[in-house]
């Protein structure tokens, strides 16, 4: 039953069909979509540090960057991890370093608030170990207060605890190169000091002492700091060689390492020192690559820490043919061709859990071959299945189907890179302070999965059964779900339900009641729906937050799917309708995309508009995926 909304002299109707043309307007000629993905200022700041390093430091890409790190600074002098977010120490410390690398003065006002409140917070000494090892780059904190780092690691076997692949693939690129720096613990020369933002206390303690784990790794890093002074010589040109292999070979067809910022910086730098010049083919590579980006707008310039086109089409054609557009269209015949070109043919680090899994699935960028990833490749293949059907389309979605059902976790669920990847060991070593290092299965990635699954008419498969039970399971006593990658009760809710009534469930299961009952509890007063990203933190935020686009739109499709059409969904379609700006657009501030809980968060442009395409099309148009 088609249903009409009106708010405000305006529809559903027509706030869709202006939503879904400025998507149109955004496609590229080549089929894909790209929204920025916004991240935080340690991004540039590092990229200003990384160009230090190996000598390429530019004055005016110094001064665009420095004014871009300058307009994020709040009025206390403070930088944070998302809009609105609680000072962060070792973010505002970054953020000052490159500053005086740009030229501002320490004794400026807004340098002395941002020292001030570093110094408080207990001074560069507790700045995290991630920040720490960027200053001991440059001799502004000794390596031997760093964790140890060696690069023998490289000869731990699969199977043997804190091998290489224990580490989530993000961590693991980042890792690798990270212990190629260790073993050469370089100090070159920065034009600045930062004396001012020491406070003389004790170093961060990650966990207490009386951690019997926290202990025993305390007591190995004592032993390879003495390992450390004298390796074994042989040995460790092995190892140095064998991870200057390995981080080679892992490079993108675009000059990346994951697609992503940290494992790309720090391999530039592991392998300049090794002994690679900047004329170095693959040096030079990622140096170029990084341009690509880079986002110069006006006087400013910053640094996306990845990009999204694949999963950005995927679901700008899901929401395009949800607000009615046919299979037929140009535009979508254009991102689904495009997205075939995409499909991942080669073996990547999965297939070391997964040895005799034939290749298939999709990444999330533009090139990231090594790392197809299950949540992008069940949205690509609900995207293709939504396309005019082709036999080389149904040969590709066999294979990212039959690749994704062999990923799956010993549980029954599906993370997002690997199989298995759940050694909880690996969380307590103590250069982990920074950011989610495993990739265990999650309620997101899995109810995708099982979404997918049963778009295909696997309802009665074990694996789809096995990732049903997992979601049933992982409800949490107030109804909502844990939202790995996105923010975050509302994110893992809205993914949820719509995957477990696809799968069989009725809406009057008792989990989509409890999941209803929870949504209808944490709308705002606007009528929208919005969680603040402490609510990783901090369970009082579950829920709670100022109202935005994305997050409206992730709880309307939760509630469509679950048959609702009162009061509740009203307010929210008006919320939707009312907040509209003339493009078609909505304005979202807010972070609504997670890197690592807790720590890392982002901003995808596009979420503002796809999702809110999609769920008003469900619901003007009274259709589902």
Same mark, same amino acid.
């Given at each position: 039953?088609?249903?009409?909304?009106?708010?405000?002299?305006?529809?559903?109707?027509?706030?869709?069909?202006?939503?879904?043309?400025?998507?149109?307007?955004?496609?590229?000629?080549?089929?894909?979509?790209?929204?920025?993905?916004?991240? %935080?200022?340690?991004?540039?700041?590092?990229?200003?540090?990384?160009?230090?390093?190996?000598?390429?430091?530019? *004055?005016?890409?110094?001064?665009?960057?420095?004014?871009?790190?300058?307009?994020?600074?709040?009025?206390?002098?403070?930088?944070?991890?998302?809009?609105?977010?609680?000072?962060?120490?070792?973010?505002?410390?970054?953020?000052?370093?490159?500053?005086?690398?740009?030229?501002?003065?320490?004794?400026?006002?807004?340098?002395?608030?941002?020292?001030?409140?570093?110094?408080?917070?207990?001074?560069?000494?507790?700045?995290?170990?991630? &920040?720490?090892?960027?200053?001991?780059?440059?001799?502004?904190?000794?390596?031997?207060?760093?964790?140890?780092?060696?690069?023998?690691?490289?000869?731990?076997?699969?199977?043997?605890?804190? %091998?290489?692949?224990?580490?989530?693939?993000?961590?693991?690129?980042?890792?690798?190169?990270?212990?190629?720096?260790?073993?050469?613990?370089?100090?070159?020369?920065?034009?600045? &000091?930062?004396?001012?933002?020491?406070?003389?206390?004790?170093?961060?303690?990650?966990?207490?002492?009386?951690?019997?784990?926290?202990?025993?790794?305390?007591?190995?890093?004592?032993?390879?700091?003495?390992?450390?002074?004298?390796?074994?010589?042989?040995?460790?040109?092995?190892?140095?060689?064998?991870?200057?292999?390995?981080?080679?070979?892992?490079?993108? /067809?675009?000059?990346?390492?994951?697609?992503?910022?940290?494992?790309?910086?720090?391999?530039?730098?592991?392998?300049?020192?090794?002994?690679?010049?900047?004329?170095?083919?693959?040096?030079?590579?990622?140096?170029?690559?990084?341009?690509?980006? &880079?986002?110069?707008?006006?006087?400013?310039?910053?640094?996306? /820490?990845?990009?999204?086109?694949?999963?950005?089409?995927?679901?700008?054609?899901?929401?395009?043919?949800?607000?009615?557009?046919?299979?037929?269209?140009?535009?979508?015949?254009? /991102?689904?061709?495009?997205?075939?070109?995409?499909?991942?043919?080669?073996?990547?680090?999965?297939?070391?859990? !997964?040895?005799?899994?034939?290749?298939?699935?999709?990444?999330?960028?533009?090139?990231?071959?090594?790392?197809?990833?299950?949540?992008?490749?069940?949205?690509?293949?609900?995207?293709?299945?939504?396309?005019?059907?082709?036999?080389?389309?149904?040969?590709?979605?066999?294979?990212?189907?039959?690749?994704?059902?062999?990923?799956?976790?010993?549980?029954?669920?599906?993370?997002?890179?690997?199989?298995? %990847?759940?050694?909880?060991?690996?969380?307590?070593?103590?250069?982990?302070?920074?950011?989610?290092?495993? *990739?265990?299965?999650?309620?997101?990635?899995?109810?995708?999965?099982?979404?997918?699954?049963?778009?295909?008419?696997?309802? *009665?498969?074990?694996?789809?059964?096995?990732?049903?039970?997992?979601?049933?399971?992982?409800?949490?006593? *107030?109804?909502?779900?844990?939202?790995?990658?996105?923010?975050?009760?509302?994110?893992?809710? +809205?993914?949820?339900?719509?995957?477990?009534?696809?799968?069989?469930?009725?809406?009057?299961?008792?989990?989509?009641?409890?999941?209803? !009952?929870?949504?209808?509890?944490?709308?705002?007063?606007?009528?929208?729906?919005?969680?603040?990203?402490?609510?990783?933190?901090?369970? /009082?935020? !579950?829920?709670?937050?100022?109202?935005?686009?994305?997050?409206?739109?992730?709880?309307?499709?939760?509630?469509?799917?679950?048959?609702?059409? +009162?009061?509740?969904?009203?307010?929210?379609?008006?919320?939707?309708?009312?907040?509209?700006?003339?493009?078609?657009?909505?304005?979202?501030?807010?972070?609504?995309?997670?890197?690592?809980?807790?720590?890392?968060?982002?901003?995808?442009?596009?979420?503002?508009?796809?999702?809110?395409?999609?769920?008003?099309?469900?619901?003007?148009?009274?259709?589902?995926?």
């Amino acid at each position: 039953m088609t249903t009409t909304h009106e708010t405000r002299g305006a529809t559903a109707a027509e706030a869709l069909e202006r939503a879904a043309g400025r998507l149109l307007e955004l496609q590229d000629a080549a089929g894909w979509w790209k929204g920025e993905l916004e991240t %935080n200022v340690t991004m540039e700041a590092e990229d200003l540090l990384l160009r230090q390093f190996l000598g390429i430091a530019d *004055d005016e890409v110094t001064r665009l960057t420095g004014n871009w790190i300058r307009s994020k600074q709040r009025e206390d002098g403070t930088w944070g991890n998302f809009h609105g977010a609680p000072a962060d120490p070792s973010t505002t410390l970054e953020a000052y370093v490159a500053l005086r690398l740009a030229g501002d003065p320490p004794d400026a006002a807004h340098m002395r608030l941002a020292a001030e409140f570093v110094r408080e917070s207990g001074g560069l000494e507790r700045a995290r170990v991630f &920040t720490k090892m960027w200053l001991a780059l440059f001799g502004l904190w000794s390596w031997d207060d760093l964790p140890a780092m060696p690069p023998e690691l490289i000869f731990l076997p699969p199977w043997a605890p804190l %091998n290489i692949y224990d580490f989530a693939c993000w961590a693991r690129q980042t890792v690798a190169a990270l212990t190629v720096t260790w073993a050469y613990r370089p100090v070159r020369e920065l034009p600045v &000091t930062v004396d001012e933002l020491r406070a003389g206390g004790p170093p961060l303690t990650r966990f207490p002492v009386t951690d019997p784990w926290a202990r025993g790794f305390l007591l190995l890093d004592r032993v390879l700091h003495l390992y450390e002074r004298r390796p074994v010589a042989a040995l460790r040109r092995r190892a140095l060689a064998r991870m200057e292999s390995w981080i080679v070979e892992r490079q993108e /067809a675009d000059g990346s390492w994951g697609g992503i910022q940290p494992p790309w910086v720090w391999s530039l730098i592991a392998l300049n020192l090794c002994g690679r010049g900047l004329d170095d083919p693959v040096v030079a590579k990622g140096l170029a690559g990084l341009d690509a980006f &880079t986002v110069v707008e006006g006087d400013v310039r910053r640094l996306e /820490a990845c990009q999204s086109p694949v999963w950005d089409t995927a679901l700008a054609l899901i929401a395009l043919r949800d607000a009615g557009l046919p299979d037929d269209d140009p535009a979508i015949e254009r /991102a689904a061709a495009w997205l075939l070109g995409e499909e991942v043919r080669q073996r990547g680090d999965w297939a070391v859990r !997964r040895p005799r899994l034939a290749t298939g699935g999709w990444a999330f960028e533009f090139a990231n071959d090594w790392y197809p990833d299950i949540d992008d490749t069940a949205e690509v293949v609900l995207a293709l299945r939504r396309a005019r059907q082709t036999d080389e389309l149904e040969a590709a979605v066999r294979r990212g189907v039959r690749w994704t059902l062999g990923m799956a976790s010993r549980n029954g669920a599906w993370g997002a890179f690997d199989a298995d %990847n759940c050694r909880e060991l690996v969380r307590r070593l103590p250069f982990c302070d920074f950011g989610e290092v495993i *990739d265990p299965p999650s309620s997101d990635v899995t109810a995708h999965v099982v979404e997918m699954l049963a778009g295909e008419g696997m309802q *009665d498969h074990p694996l789809l059964r096995s990732g049903v039970e997992f979601l049933l399971r992982e409800q949490e006593p *107030d109804g909502s779900w844990f939202g790995r990658w996105g923010a975050n009760h509302v994110y893992g809710t +809205g993914a949820a339900v719509p995957a477990l009534v696809a799968a069989g469930l009725e809406p009057d299961h008792r989990a989509i009641r409890r999941a209803v !009952r929870w949504l209808e509890s944490v709308q705002n007063d606007d009528g929208g729906f919005g969680e603040d990203l402490r609510s990783y933190r901090d369970p /009082a935020w !579950r829920g709670r937050g100022a109202s935005t686009a994305s997050q409206t739109a992730w709880a309307l499709l939760a509630l469509h799917a679950a048959g609702e059409t +009162g009061p509740v969904v009203q307010r929210a379609v008006d919320w939707l309708v009312r907040t509209q700006l003339d493009d078609g657009g909505w304005d979202e501030p807010w972070y609504t995309g997670t890197g690592f809980p807790g720590d890392f968060y982002i901003n995808y442009h596009l979420y503002r508009l796809v999702f809110p395409v999609s769920a008003l099309g469900r619901i003007v148009r009274g259709g589902g995926r």
